[in-house]
């Protein structure tokens, strides 16, 4: 295989052992003992899954991830021949260094730079000459590994929460180790360098402009660190095409120009820096980079306090006891090898996004600010908000409550400081990708299921703004005139998404109305679910679907509800047709079953769009839809038949083995709620839909903190393998007469079994 998934012991003694055999590979675990052993980081890196086999930990700043996405033809994709979103490609071949800091599953390149790339023989500093095809990869959590063909070096990298480390194993003869600032994913330009010794450089390089926001700009600074004296070291810069007699006179001009005698700090485009060695056959040389979104100071403080004293083999075994003690909140039996590894592996992507932001002395950058300022807890970014709001913060809040509680807080810190709560926040910037208001049911979803440790004052605040605002003034909702003043969005621009943006609105408003009737706002409430039923006003009985609505309220015609299909341009619908938006109503699926004529035609033309495929399991609008069979007596084994089906067709164990863009852990947590029985199809109601579980046992280690009970246990017991429907569901050893269950039965009922038949 091309592919192998390297499993290490934690024991310091083999690590030991590892490190006296010069770079030989690791032990092999066969038999799986930890839960980090299944994980697969290759599932996702193709068929846009847009996930990387890079060394990360979990929820960490610092990725170190393969960049095979430029400098060959021969690669299968290219990021400056297409729109391209992600560093590495299963099915390239060219590597051309190390990025560090990257984004997971997202659909919009940024970030993937600072690229770390050894080589041999004479140095050249052209990325398109200097990469080199590889073969044996490894990758398991915190941990990637090749070997280089053209210059016979292995090479190796790991991850602190906020720094990364490189082992390159050289053979006899000149080596090299390059730092390259004018490539990688992000759309921006310009960087600096200075160099502090021989053996250390510090900068800062400009990303940003993330999904079409040319002013959504950050910096990224640094510290890189060889733990070898080099016997020379140097910058380049890539100069401008010149004419005339301007050219005659710079032979360099058009090209890559070495600054051999040149020390201090350089800047530009397209620049970087080298160091040289003679190295030994076998010699290992490693690398660190500290980052931060502060300060070069804060980059090295990054550094010193999180690999001070230790070398790659010590950050190594901690970044995989990090992620084997992650992966044990959950632990399964039953089911197949494969099973597993796709169960670990979506956990494992579900915990890169969101990440941290701060600091080791708990700096940040505040929320669209030029301030800095201090958090005493975590402060998390890449909110990607129109996919996480529908599964991902409501796994977080059962199984990593901690985790998603200083989310919370985040979002309401973005708020004080910027005036909004995020849409799509990347590193400080909002981006204003996707449509909606999304915060709003992620946070009254949180605070439903009891983790209500922050200003609850304050978050009305922010959400009845939001609803309330103005279109002009309004950043979460620009055409919220229309929406208030109608009850809809109409159509004003061929391709305005109209009709998308109001079903979110919708789905807000639901959200708000609940947790303003929880407060006591009785208007409020009112006000806010009136709203939340306007998606009726889209209702075509012609066509039985949504539809566009034009300003002087006719439907839009010609229509064709199919149009939109594999992301084609679509009046009113975005990323996707009617039919993956017509039962997006999941807090009304009962007033939506009467508008298209009562539970048969609903029921019917719900297992059409499945058997027809007219079901998108790659985005996210149409993802809950196979648990709406569900909230109609004696149809629930449709539920159960369809999320099998698509678990077992779209997640697998190969490269492909995700439904497209992985959305920061979205489609993940679409497999792991399915897998374990349960899945949140309505955001900000505390409910979920039983569905039939993948394993004989699940045992959830809940937080005592926050949970009274120690752990839940789900027990599915077959009568024979492959068994896929419910008969009937025990909750605590009591019998349970529903297909619905809220988060306080369910964390409260230490034991739910269903009997399958």
């Known amino acids: 295989m091309k592919r192998i998934i390297l499993t290490y012991t934690l024991a310091f003694s083999l690590l030991s052992a590892y490190?006296?055999?010069?770079?030989?590979?690791?032990?092999?675990?066969?038999?799986k003992s930890l839960l980090i052993d299944y994980v697969d980081p290759f599932i996702g890196t193709t068929n846009f899954g847009t996930t990387n086999p890079g060394a990360i930990c979990p929820n960490g700043m610092m990725s170190v991830v393969p960049f095979n996405v430029m400098g060959s033809s021969e690669n299968t994709y290219d990021k400056d021949a297409r729109w391209w979103s992600t560093p590495y490609e299963y099915t390239n071949c060219f590597f051309t260094g190390y990025a560090h800091v990257n984004l997971s599953g997202v659909g919009?390149?940024?970030?993937?730079?600072?690229?770390?790339?050894?080589?041999?023989?004479?140095?050249?500093?052209?990325?398109?000459?200097?990469?080199?095809?590889?073969?044996?990869?490894?990758?398991?959590?915190?941990?990637?590994?090749?070997?280089?063909?053209?210059?016979?070096?292995?090479?190796?990298?790991?991850?602190?929460?906020?720094?990364?480390?490189?082992?390159?194993t050289f053979p006899k003869g000149k080596s090299h180790i390059l730092l390259n600032l004018g490539e990688g994913l992000t759309n921006e330009s310009g960087a600096m360098l200075?160099?502090?010794?021989?053996?250390?450089?510090?900068?800062?390089?400009?990303?940003?402009?993330?999904?079409y926001n040319p002013q959504a700009v950050f910096p990224i600074y640094f510290v890189l660190r060889v733990k070898k004296n080099p016997s020379a070291t140097g910058y380049w810069k890539k100069q401008r095409a010149m004419t005339?007699?301007?050219?005659?006179?710079?032979?360099?001009?058009?090209?890559?120009?070495?600054?051999?005698?040149?020390?201090?700090?350089?800047?530009?485009?397209?620049?970087?820096?080298?160091?040289?060695?003679?190295?030994?056959?076998?010699?290992?040389?490693?690398?660190?980079m500290g980052v931060s979104f502060v300060s070069i100071e804060n980059a090295r403080l990054n550094l010193n306090r999180e690999q001070a004293g230790k070398n790659f083999e010590q950050i190594h075994a901690e970044a995989r006891s990090k992620w084997n003690d992650d992966l044990s909140r959950i632990t399964v039996e039953g089911g197949t090898d494969a099973q597993k590894t796709v169960f670990y592996t979506a956990l494992y992507h579900l915990l890169i996004h969101p990440n941290i932001l701060q600091d080791v002395n708990g700096e940040y950058p505040a929320m669209e600010s030029d301030k800095i300022l201090t958090t005493k807890g975590d402060r998390y970014t890449v909110f990607s908000l129109w996919d996480t709001y529908r599964n991902v913060h409501q796994l977080l809040t059962l199984v990593y409550p901690e985790r998603q509680m200083e989310m919370v807080r985040t979002m309401l810190d973005m708020y004080r400081e910027h005036g909004w709560l995020p849409k799509w926040e990347l590193y400080g910037r909002e981006t204003l990708t996707m449509e909606g208001d999304p915060s709003i049911p992620v946070i009254v979803d949180t605070w439903m299921k009891g983790l209500r440790d922050f200003d609850v004052d304050l978050a009305y605040e922010a959400m009845y703004k939001s609803a309330t605002?103005?279109?002009?003034?309004?950043?979460?909702?620009?055409?919220?005139?229309?929406y208030m003043s109608k009850g809809y969005v109409p159509l004003r621009e061929q391709y305005d998404n109209s009709v998308s943006h109001a079903l979110e609105y919708y789905i807000a408003d639901f959200a708000l109305s609940r947790f303003a009737e929880a407060l006591g706002k009785k208007k409020d409430a009112e006000m806010f679910y009136k709203r939340s039923l306007g998606y009726k006003h889209y209702y075509s009985k012609e066509f039985g679907t949504f539809r566009p609505i034009l300003p002087d309220g006719t439907f839009y015609s010609p229509f064709n509800p199919r149009q939109g299909e594999n992301f084609e341009p679509n009046p009113g619908f975005h990323e996707g047709n009617s039919w993956n938006y017509t039962f997006y109503v999941p807090h009304d699926v009962y007033g939506l079953a009467k508008l298209m004529g009562g539970k048969k035609p609903f029921i019917d033309k719900l297992q059409m769009v499945f058997d027809e495929g007219l079901y998108d399991p790659a985005n996210e609008p149409d993802i809950a839809y196979a648990h709406l069979f569900s909230y109609f007596k004696g149809e629930e084994w449709r539920t159960q038949k369809e999320t099998q089906r698509l678990i077992d067709k779209y997640f697998t164990t190969k490269p492909d083995g995700i439904p497209g863009n992985d959305d920061t852990g979205t489609m993940s947590s679409w497999a792991i709620f399915n897998m374990i029985g349960f899945y949140p199809d309505c955001p900000g109601l505390p409910e979920y839909t039983l569905t039939t579980p993948v394993f004989n046992k699940v045992t959830i280690r809940l937080d005592p903190k926050w949970y009274k009970e120690k752990e839940l246990i789900i027990e599915a017991n077959r009568t024979q393998p492959g068994t896929l429907y419910i008969d009937k569901v025990l909750l605590n050893g009591k019998k349970f007469n529903k297909y619905h269950i809220t988060h306080d039965e369910l964390v409260h009922g230490k034991y739910l079994k269903f009997e399958l038949k």
């Open 194 to 211: 200075r160099r502090v010794s021989d053996c250390e450089v510090e900068g800062v390089k400009l990303l940003g402009t993330f999904c």
């Open 244 to 288: 005339g007699v301007e050219a005659e006179w710079d032979p360099d001009q058009g090209k890559y120009k070495l600054y051999t005698r040149y020390g201090k700090e350089i800047a530009g485009d397209d620049i970087g820096t080298y160091f040289s060695f003679d190295t030994e056959e076998g010699e290992q040389v490693e690398v660190q």
């Open 469 to 482: 605002l103005p279109g002009a003034e309004n950043l979460m909702r620009p055409d919220n005139d229309d």
């Open 19 to 31: 490190a006296g055999e010069g770079g030989s590979p690791p032990l092999k675990n066969t038999d």
């Open 108 to 168: 919009c390149p940024e970030l993937g730079s600072l690229l770390l790339m050894p080589i041999t023989g004479e140095l050249n500093v052209d990325y398109k000459e200097y990469g080199s095809k590889y073969k044996d990869e490894q990758a398991s959590p915190g941990y990637y590994s090749n070997y280089l063909t053209k210059y016979n070096v292995k090479t190796e990298v790991s991850a602190t929460p906020r720094t990364g480390i490189a082992r390159f």
